[in-house]
Structures are given as C-alpha cells and as structure tokens.
C-alpha cells in the first residue's frame, strides 16, 4: 500500500501552526465522539453521484477525519479509506473506535500522501482549520485526473426559531470567537454559490454545491453536550461555560418540555473535480 510519502504512520505530522481552538478538540475527544451528529445518507450519495465515481474500493483520503464520524460511514459503503488528522487525542479516540482503519498524522495543508494516490479527498467538518492557499494545492496533487475533493459540514437551521435564538445567546456570549475567520466552511453559509466557492478558495476549479437538510432527535444532555464540544466553548473558562450551558438548559426546558431535543441541521456540500 502507498498512503505516506512524507510522514511516517502514526508520526505527529505538522502540528505547530494549529490554533489553539484547534488544539482544544484533542482533551475533549470522547465528548466529541459521543455527542456530535453525524450526517445523513444522502450527503455520500450526493458525493458518488456529484464526483461521478463509486465509493466502493476508491482510494479515498478523510481529512481531519477527527474521531471517525465521516471515516466510518466512508468505509461502510465499501471505500479504502486512510484517515488524516493533526491532533493526538482525536487520533487516539478514532483508532479505539475503529482499530482496523489506516490512519497518518497529518494535516491539509501538507498532506503525507503520494502525488496521484488518491481517488477521493474528503473534509467532514475540517475545511476550515486549513489554508485554502495550501490545502486546495496539495488535495489537487494527491487527487489522481479525474478524482474529486468533497468538502461538508453541518451547519444548524437557523430558519428553525429555537435554532436561531440559540445561535443568538451564543453569538452574544462567545461574541467575535463564535465564527470562524474568513475563508471558513465553519462561519456559516455563505450567501451564494460563487461567494461559498470563493471564500473557500475552489473558485476557477470544476465544483458544484449541494445543500441537504436532515434533523435528529437527543436528548437535552445530549444537545448540551454536542454544544460544549465546539472549540469556542473548549476554550473557555470551565465556570463561564458552566455557567452559560445551566442557562441553556433552562431556556430548552421551556421548548422542549419533553427533555428530547429535535435538532434541524443542513449539510453544505462542496464537490471539487481535479481536472
């Protein structure tokens, strides 16, 4: 097999220009794994049918694959699948949940990969820890002609009123720290098509964006849960944070009576084909 041509497996990889909200995942790792959503079908089937290209047996590549979420439901539709990810905790938590997967330490901005070795590249719910300045080159370089690079993320549905007054608490809590700067699939959906593939540095580049809405139902622990594991509550000051999440209990208390939360998400979806 050829999966590094830089970095050898199970090495630390480039770490020492990761932001520290990007470093906050790794002590928090088993939290993230028990309580962030995954992503529904139709976001891999949009995948196969967007790329063109079966994920059966694709040589694919998940890109801060963190503790797993989107690598196992690659490899459920039959993918070969070698995970990249940066941070040792999120390393430690994927190969406990999925011994049996490759996995390199590494990040998108110098990928430990060959040139040409990779059918597909895949960012769940990472893209925006990297440079697109460098990460749009280096996934081109490993992507063979013809492969796709397929960047998604969940982003809440702020059309749904409870979801848009939560985003307002936090926006007004966490205050600039609750976006994440400019370019970043993680500062919310850009207002178009041409802006999402601008901001996300694709723009020239054979792409085409989907948006697929799903829901899931937790409980209100879970929800919570889910909330504190985004970086910009990792890094607070733990009684702050306490502090904010016992008022959001109270606040969902009053929506959901019941202690079941319906959360409402849309995957945004970017398909880039290599030329």
């Known amino acids: 097999m050829t999966t590094d041509s830089r ?32 992503y529904p079908p139709s976001v891999l089937d949009a995948v196969r049918d967007v790329a063109g290209l079966p994920l059966a047996g694709a040589r694919t590549a998940d890109v801060g694959a963190g503790t797993g979420i989107a690598t196992a439901l690659l490899r459920e539709r039959g993918a070969d699948v070698l995970a990249v990810e940066p941070g040792a905790g999120m390393a430690a938590q994927l190969r406990r949940a999925l011994p049996d997967v490759r996995l390199v330490r590494g990040d998108g901005n110098a990928l430990p990969l060959a040139d040409g070795s990779r059918d597909l590249v895949t960012y769940a719910q990472s893209w925006h820890w990297t440079d697109p300045a460098r990460s749009v080159p280096e996934a081109l370089r490993v992507l063979r002609p013809g492969g796709a690079l397929a960047l998604w993320r969940n982003t809440n549905a702020d059309d749904v009123p409870w979801i848009a007054a939560q985003g307002d608490r936090v926006l007004r ?19 178009d098509d041409a802006e999402a593939a601008r901001l996300l540095g694709v723009a020239g580049l054979d792409w085409t964006r989907r948006q697929l809405p799903w829901r899931r139902t937790v409980t209100v622990d879970t929800h919570l849960a889910n909330l504190g594991s985004h970086s910009v509550f990792l890094v607070q000051d733990p009684e702050r944070r306490r502090r904010f999440m016992a008022e959001e209990r109270a606040h969902l208390a009053d929506v959901f009576p019941g202690g079941e939360v319906e959360e409402a998400y849309v995957v945004d979806l970017l398909v880039v084909r290599r030329p």
């Open 173 to 191: 809590h966490c205050g600039a720290d609750a976006v994440t700067g400019g370019h970043s699939m993680g500062a919310g959906r850009p207002a």
């Open 7 to 38: 970095t050898p497996q199970g090495s630390p990889g480039p770490h020492g220009s990761r932001p520290p909200r990007a470093l906050s995942f790794d002590a928090a790792a088993g939290q993230y794994a028990a309580n962030r959503p995954s």
